[in-house]
C-alpha cells in the first residue's frame, strides 16, 4: 500500500467526521463530542449517535473553539495532500 493511498484514506476520514461535527453542531451534543466520536469509532456511528441527540432549540449552533481549530487542520491536511498529489509524491521522495 503507497503513502498516498494512506494518506486519503485517513484524510477522507477526517473530512467524513467533520461533516458529523457539523451535522453535530446543530444539535444538543454540539461539534466536539461528534467529531470525536466519529473520530474514535467511524464517521457512521458519528453520525447516527448525532442524529439521534436533540436539536438546539431556535436552530443555534454548538460551536467552541474545537470548531476553528479543526476548519485550519482540515485546511493544512487538505493542500499537503494536495501538494503530494500534484507533484507525485516527490516531496516524500525528496525527505
Known amino acids: 500500500m503507497s503513502i498516498l493511498t494512506l494518506?486519503?484514506?485517513?484524510?477522507?476520514?477526517?473530512?467524513?467526521a467533520v461533516l458529523v461535527g457539523i451535522?453535530?453542531?446543530?444539535r444538543r451534543i454540539g461539534f466536539g463530542w461528534a467529531f470525536l466520536?466519529?473520530?474514535i469509532f467511524t464517521p457512521l456511528v458519528g453520525l447516527?449517535?448525532?442524529l439521534l441527540t436533540d436539536?438546539?432549540?431556535?436552530g443555534g449552533q454548538r460551536w467552541g473553539c474545537i470548531?476553528?481549530?479543526?476548519?485550519?487542520?482540515?485546511?493544512?491536511?487538505?493542500?499537503?495532500f494536495l501538494m503530494l498529489v500534484l507533484?507525485?509524491?516527490a516531496l516524500i521522495a525528496a525527505v
Open 67 to 80: 470548531g476553528t481549530f479543526v476548519a485550519i487542520l482540515g485546511l493544512l491536511f487538505l493542500i499537503v
Open 7 to 16: 494518506l486519503f484514506g485517513v484524510l477522507s476520514g477526517c473530512f467524513l
Open 37 to 39: 466520536i466519529s473520530v
Open 55 to 58: 436539536p438546539l432549540p431556535g
Open 48 to 50: 447516527i449517535i448525532a
Open 87 to 89: 507533484t507525485g509524491g
Open 23 to 26: 451535522i453535530g453542531s446543530h
